[in-house]
Structure formats: C-alpha cells, structure tokens
C-alpha cells in the first residue's frame, strides 16, 4: 500500500498495524485518570483533665520570673514595714540652765507614766502615808511647776578617790529655786569623806550639758515640785509628800528640800543632806534599812522621811 503523502513513510513501505500503547516511564497509567489524595491526618489528642488554671499559665509563659517577682514583692513589703517600725520618733526639747542664763535641746523629757508597769528595779522611793500633804514650814514652796526640768551646766572638780561616778543636776521649770545653788549642794554633798565615797570607795563629779548630751554620766539628781512627782517617778506612789529614785534618777521632792518632815523639828539643812545621800544611795544600788535599836543613829537609808522609829536622825552613809 501505497505511503500517504506527508505521513513520513517512503512509497511502497508497508503498512504496520501499530498496538496501544503500554506504560512506560513518563507515560500515564492506562484507564482513567484519578487524582491523588494525601492520607487523613489523625487529631491530635486533648489533654485530659480541667484546663490550666491561670497561676499555671503565668507560670508556664514567665518561667523563673513568675516566682522571682512575688518574692521581690514580699521583701520589699516586709524592708518599708521594717524601716517604719524601727525609726525613732523624734525626742521632746526641754531646757539647760546655766550659771550666765539658759541654752535650750539638751536635756531628756520625763518619763512616761505608761513606763509605771516596768520592773521595779527600775524604782525606789519612800511611798507617802495615805491622803498626807506637804506640811507647812517656815519657807514657802511651789506645788506645781512647768513640768519640764532644765539641765544646771557646770563642771564640778573630782572630789575623793576611787572609781569616778559623773552626775548631773536637774531643777524643775517655774519652782523658783536657784539651779546653780542646788547643784553646789548635791556636789558638796556628795564630796563630803562622809557619803557614799567614804575611805576611796568611788570618787563624784558634776558634769553638764556636753556630757549629759552624750550620755557621759552614771545618775541624775533632780528637784521637782510635788504635783510633779508622780511624772518623774511614775508607779511609785509618793503622794506628792516623799522623795523618790526612778532609773537613773534621784528624784527630790521641792516640798521636803524646804520644809524637811516632823522627826527632824525644823533641822532642814541637815534633811537636806540626808535626802540627797539616800536617794543617790537608791541610784547607787542601796536598798531601804530598818533602825537598829531605839537611840541608835538612823542608817541613812532607812526611811527617816516616814519616822526615826526611836533611831536618832543621820544623814551620811558613814558618819
């Protein structure tokens, strides 16, 4: 047969009867074409149990700063509590007396009457007899000063031998009494071979408000007036009339700095100098003492201010 033009076969070649055609590579599958489906994926699995609560998702999204910021919280909280707990109010002024006139911010407000419930070694004092008043006597006196006590300057010399005991001298605002008169009686007092620094047992000297402001002192001496001492020895019941030692204080009551008591009959400069070594005896650590037997001297720290119980009246620790 014949080749068609243009079919590429030469004239005369014969005609092949050509099959279908089988797969191959690059060649389609025979049959219809279907399209490919990728494989179902499976659902990922839900966790069992309640969701996460919000403190675990803070956590998980914050790590260690989840716990480092409620930890710096609480110490900051507890260091501002800390800081206003432990600063110190700021103490009352009162006043310093000199010899040429007055200087003020130096001395100590008196102590509270909420401190009566301390311990008692912290008080001594001669409790006034029920309902007593301060008696009358031939000097005139003041019931009720300021309140506030300033701070009689001055340096004594050392007077005796034997381990130093540095004191200073308070007068009551508003008593009128003469600071620096009371100070050289308490110092003459205490100098005398027949107080408490008897044989070089200790030595004394006054100082003032230089040492006072930095606390270079062993005791205070201080005059107030009656109606005053309940806030200067407060807890210990003086009843206005006796004079009292309240911490480092020997306190003495203005009322029996003037007029002394019945048992020494007008004798006040003698009272005087009992009042002042048995109230530093309190400072000093001495108790109260009984009399020893009617017609013996008194020991100067049994209390003469309340009676002599038969004793004779004595005003030095060794006399």
């Given at each position: 047969?014949?080749?068609?033009?243009?079919?590429?076969?030469?004239?005369?070649?014969?005609?092949?009867e050509?099959?279908?055609?089988?797969?191959?590579?690059?060649?389609p599958?025979?049959g219809?074409?279907?399209a490919?489906?990728?494989?179902?994926?499976?659902?990922?699995?839900?966790?069992?149990?309640?969701?996460?609560?919000?403190?675990?998702?803070?956590?998980?999204?914050?790590?260690?700063?989840?716990?480092?910021?409620?930890?710096?919280?609480?110490?900051?909280?507890?260091?501002?509590?800390?800081?206003?707990?432990?600063?110190?109010?700021?103490?009352?002024?009162?006043?310093?007396a000199t010899?040429?006139g007055?200087?003020?911010?130096?001395?100590?407000?008196?102590?509270?009457?909420?401190?009566?419930?301390?311990?008692?070694?912290?008080l001594?004092?001669?409790?006034?007899?029920?309902?007593?008043t301060?008696?009358?006597?031939?000097?005139s006196?003041?019931?009720?000063?300021?309140?506030t006590?300033s701070?009689?300057?001055?340096?004594?010399?050392?007077?005796?031998?034997?381990?130093?005991?540095?004191?200073v001298?308070?007068?009551?605002d508003?008593?009128?009494?003469?600071?620096?008169?009371?100070?050289?009686?308490?110092?003459?007092?205490?100098?005398?071979?027949?107080?408490?620094?008897?044989?070089?047992?200790?030595?004394?000297?006054?100082?003032?408000?230089?040492?006072?402001?930095?606390?270079?002192?062993?005791?205070?001496?201080?005059?107030?007036?009656?109606a005053?001492?309940?806030?200067?020895?407060?807890?210990?019941g003086?009843?206005?009339?006796?004079?009292?030692?309240?911490?480092?204080?020997?306190?003495?009551?203005?009322?029996?700095?003037?007029?002394?008591?019945?048992?020494?009959?007008?004798?006040?400069?003698?009272?005087?100098?009992?009042?002042v070594?048995?109230?530093?005896?309190?400072?000093?650590g001495?108790?109260?003492?009984?009399?020893?037997?009617?017609?013996?001297?008194?020991?100067?720290?049994?209390?003469?201010?309340?009676?002599?119980?038969?004793?004779?009246?004595?005003?030095?620790?060794?006399?």
């Amino acid at each position: 047969m014949a080749g068609r033009p243009g079919d590429g076969r030469p004239s005369g070649a014969p005609s092949v009867e050509r099959g279908p055609r089988t797969a191959g590579r690059g060649m389609p599958p025979p049959g219809p074409l279907v399209a490919r489906t990728r494989p179902p994926t499976r659902p990922r699995p839900r966790p069992v149990g309640p969701p996460p609560s919000r403190l675990r998702r803070f956590v998980q999204r914050y790590g260690w700063r989840a716990y480092a910021i409620p930890l710096l919280t609480i110490a900051t909280v507890i260091t501002l509590a800390d800081l206003a707990l432990t600063d110190p109010p700021a103490a009352p002024a009162t006043s310093v007396a000199t010899d040429a006139g007055v200087a003020t911010d130096t001395s100590v407000a008196p102590p509270s009457p909420a401190a009566a419930g301390g311990p008692t070694s912290s008080l001594e004092g001669d409790a006034g007899p029920a309902g007593a008043t301060p008696a009358a006597g031939a000097a005139s006196f003041v019931q009720k000063g300021a309140g506030t006590v300033s701070l009689v300057d001055g340096m004594s010399p050392v007077y005796g031998r034997g381990p130093l005991k540095r004191f200073v001298v308070e007068v009551e605002d508003g008593i009128g009494v003469d600071g620096p008169a009371f100070a050289h009686a308490v110092q003459a007092t205490l100098a005398d071979p027949r107080s408490w620094g008897h044989g070089g047992q200790m030595s004394f000297q006054r100082v003032g408000a230089a040492q006072a402001a930095a606390k270079q002192y062993d005791f205070r001496v201080t005059l107030v007036s009656p109606a005053s001492m309940e806030t200067y020895c407060p807890g210990v019941g003086t009843g206005g009339y006796t004079s009292c030692r309240y911490a480092d204080r020997a306190v003495i009551n203005l009322a029996r700095w003037m007029t002394a008591v019945p048992d020494y009959q007008g004798d006040i400069p003698t009272y005087r100098l009992y009042v002042v070594n048995h109230e530093v005896g309190h400072a000093l650590g001495h108790g109260h003492e009984q009399c020893p037997g009617p017609g013996k001297l008194a020991p100067v720290m049994q209390q003469q201010t309340l009676g002599l119980n038969g004793c004779l009246k004595n005003p030095w620790p060794y006399p």
